[in-house]
């Protein structure tokens, strides 16, 4: 689990109740995973020939990753 809530098993937020999806075994993941970066790598060679690619390292402490997309989307003019 990347961000475990507080109290397990209850929403920090709004204090319902978490439950882990049914299919999230590991098996289904990686495969969940595999088909995303599949269908995704046309599009990153799209954006990255056009220049506009943006990469951001996501294993990172949250609050990182946050201020890091912040700081890209402020480098974007019209
Ligand atoms: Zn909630």
Avoid: H
Avoid at 55 to 78: K, R, W, Y
């Amino acid at each position: 689990m990347f961000n475990p809530s507080k109290q397990e098993g209850v929403c920090d937020k709004c204090g319902g109740p978490l439950k882990q999806r049914a299919d999230d075994r590991e098996e289904t993941v990686r495969q969940r995973l595999q088909v995303n970066v599949e269908q995704q790598q046309p599009l990153l060679d799209f954006y990255t020939e056009k220049g506009y690619l943006k990469t951001i390292d996501g294993n990172q402490d949250i609050s990182d990753v946050f201020q890091e997309v912040t700081a890209v989307l402020g480098t974007i003019s019209e």
